[in-house]
Every structure is written in C-alpha cells, then in structure tokens.
C-alpha cells in the first residue's frame, strides 16, 4: 500500500480531488456516487485553522446555506459533507499536495514535503478536480486569529447578519472593501472603513455610493496596530499614519477585506491562470488541460459561497465523470 494505505504508489486512480472545502467534497459525493473511487487530499490546517476543510472551518454558524433553517457551524457542516462523500466511497487522504505535473497523463501528484524531490509521486491519476480555494489576506496582527470567528471576519455576506444594530468597521480600501460595508450598512447601527491611505484604490462607481452614505464614513491614513477584546472584539487600536498619533475606535466587528490570493502556486505555468492567479474555466469546469477540471474559489473571485463553492463541484464532478466515460470509450475530447 502507499502512502497512508490510500493507494498503491504505482497504480493510477481515476480521480484525485485537491481540496476539502464544499467545491472538493461536493466533487467526492458526485465522483464516488458515479463509481469513480475520489480520492481527497484534504489539505493541512492553514495560519488561520487548525484543521483542513477550507474557509468555512474559520466561520462560526452559518445561516445562508439552504436546508439549514436554524443554521449550522461551519465545521459541522464540513463534517457532514466528508460523511457523506466517505459513505459513498471516497477515500480522505490526510496532508498537503505539494507538487504536480500535469503534462501528460497519468497525472502526478505528490503529497507531504518529505517526497517532493522525487521522482515517485505519491499518487497517480487519470483526471484531476483542482478546489485548493482562496485564502483571505490578513492583516497578521496576534489577535486577529485569536478573535476570527469572535467579531474578527473575512465575509460580510457569512456574517454581516450578526452585526445587526452594531458599530462595526471593514478594513481596506478596493472594491471588495466597499461592497462589504455597502452591504454590511443594511444591518450596522455604522460604519468605519478603515484605509491605510488618503486615496481610495476601489471604482469610482463604488465610491460615490460610499461617500452618499449616511451610515458609512471613512477613517483615512489609518493602520490598526491592535484588536481589542477577550471573548469578543470591542474594539480597535488605529495609528494615524500622519501624525503617529494612535487612538481607539470602539466597535463590535471587524471585517477585513485587503484581497484574496487564489491557491494556485502548484499549477504556475502548467495551467492557464488570469492576472490574479485565478484558474480560468469555461462555462463549464475544464481548464486549458484536458482532464483537470477546477471548482470553487481557486476559479471564482465574484461569488466565493460555499453554496456557489459546491455547486461548482458537482459541475466538476459530473464533467470529470463524463470525460473518464469517453477516454474509456476512446472518444477524443478537448
Ligand atoms: P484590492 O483591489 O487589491 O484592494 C485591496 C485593498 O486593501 C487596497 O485598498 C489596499 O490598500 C488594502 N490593503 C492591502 N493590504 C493591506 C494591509 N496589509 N493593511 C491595510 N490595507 C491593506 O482587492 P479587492 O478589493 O479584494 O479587489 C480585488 C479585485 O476584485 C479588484 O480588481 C476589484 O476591482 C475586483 N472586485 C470587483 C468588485 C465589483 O466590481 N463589484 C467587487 C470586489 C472586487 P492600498 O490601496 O493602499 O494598496
């Protein structure tokens, strides 16, 4: 047996999924359903996690994901999508892909450092479902891991709802930045956007709706030194980079919205990427290599729902079940 009695080393799978978040465990359900045996890398716990399973293990309940009326936690909402994808056949390979080559077929894969010098991948496939997901920048401040989850957030549309009544402010100053406290003002009692500049970076469009907000205003040449808070954040402490002077501002959560990097550094120049690094897909989940589809956030920077997430892969899951289908057949496909 290889690697954690997952596959022998030398034989090759149909399919191998890269990720755990709802985009690689949706494409397991679908996989493992169309007989396929998917096996999931699921990744590592992150700076901001201590467990694999994508962003959602980062959110605290989540209540826009339908079918939950009453809401769920995030992680146990992972949980039972890996249960579900185990139960119908899916093998859950701990650790971190750390190289490929997608050249030619079959595809190699290696997982865990100790082996990326070598030439024996750890596991070989036909087809590949790549959802390595985005990570949020942060602002790597100590206690803004501490209180995620705690009035510290990366997703306003996760969690906005929380802050009904509530002074909360978002940190950063693009289009991202100002569509969080557009969308945030619906429930916050105000506003704070947070720029380290006097400038902002986002559209002009974006801004106008900003500046003729009555709930919103703009903390400008500001740089958050420190979150405040035990349980909950109560607060920020800001340096005014003008004058040096620091002060606090009192508020009940902290959105930060200073971009996102799509995890894409394995497949640099073996896939075709946008500026961003986002893997570009059709209509459909295929990339610029036959047989490796992507799903979820690592080729989607407008929606980044775990509903979107998930729906995108079951696209992946049943282009990958159709591609295996003709490349059996001997059907030529792109
Ligand atoms: P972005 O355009 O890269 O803006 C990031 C912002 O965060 C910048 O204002 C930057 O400040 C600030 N920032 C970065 N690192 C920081 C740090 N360590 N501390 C404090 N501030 C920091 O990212 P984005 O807003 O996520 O947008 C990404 C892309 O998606 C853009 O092309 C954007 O137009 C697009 N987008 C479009 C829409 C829309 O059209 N509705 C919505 C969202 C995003 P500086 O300005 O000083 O560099």
């Known amino acids: 047996?290889?690697?954690?009695?997952?596959?022998?080393?030398?034989?090759?799978?149909?399919?191998?999924?890269?990720?755990?978040g709802p985009a690689g465990l949706t494409a397991a359900i679908y996989t493992a359903r169309a007989d396929l045996s998917p096996i999931v890398v699921e990744g590592e716990p992150s700076s901001t996690s201590d467990q694999p399973g994508g962003q959602l293990m980062l959110t605290t309940e989540i209540e826009n994901y339908p079918g939950f009326p009453a809401g769920i936690m995030g992680p146990e909402l992972m949980e039972a999508f890996k249960s579900q994808a185990v139960r119908f056949g899916a093998k859950i390979h701990p650790g971190k892909v750390t190289r490929v080559d997608i050249s030619k077929q079959p595809f190699k894969i290696w997982v865990g450092n100790d082996n990326t010098a070598s030439d024996t991948?750890?596991?070989?496939?036909k087809a590949l479902i790549i959802a390595s997901g985005a990570r949020s920048l942060m602002l790597g401040l100590e206690n803004e891991s501490r209180l995620l989850g705690h009035g510290v957030s990366t997703c306003a549309t996760c969690d906005g709802y929380f802050f009904r009544d509530l002074p909360i402010a978002v940190v950063g100053g693009g289009d991202s930045a100002l569509e969080e406290a557009l969308f945030l003002s619906k429930f916050a009692e105000s506003v704070t956007i947070i720029h380290r500049r006097d400038q902002l970076r986002a559209s002009k469009i974006m801004q106008d709706r900003v500046f003729s907000h009555p709930k919103i205003r703009v903390n400008w040449n500001s740089v958050i030194v420190d979150i405040l808070g035990e349980e909950k954040v109560t607060g920020v402490k800001l340096r005014d980079t003008k004058t040096d002077e620091e002060y606090e501002l009192k508020i009940s959560g902290l959105f930060?919205?200073?971009g996102h990097v799509p995890n894409t550094d394995l497949f640099k120049n073996q896939l075709d990427t946008d500026e961003a690094g986002y893997i570009i897909t059709d209509n459909s989940?295929?990339?610029s290599v036959a047989g490796v589809f992507a799903c979820g956030d690592v080729q989607d920077h407008v929606y980044r729902q775990a509903i979107t997430a998930a729906g995108s892969g079951c696209m992946a899951g049943i282009d990958t079940e159709r591609w295996l289908e003709n490349l059996t057949l001997g059907i030529k496909q792109s």
Not at 121 to 125: R, S, T
């Open 285 to 287: 989940s295929k990339t």
């Open 256 to 258: 930060i919205a200073i």
């Open 1 to 20: 047996m290889g690697v954690n009695g997952v596959t022998k080393k030398d034989s090759v799978g149909n399919v191998v999924i890269i990720g755990s």
């Open 121 to 125: 991948p750890d596991l070989l496939c």
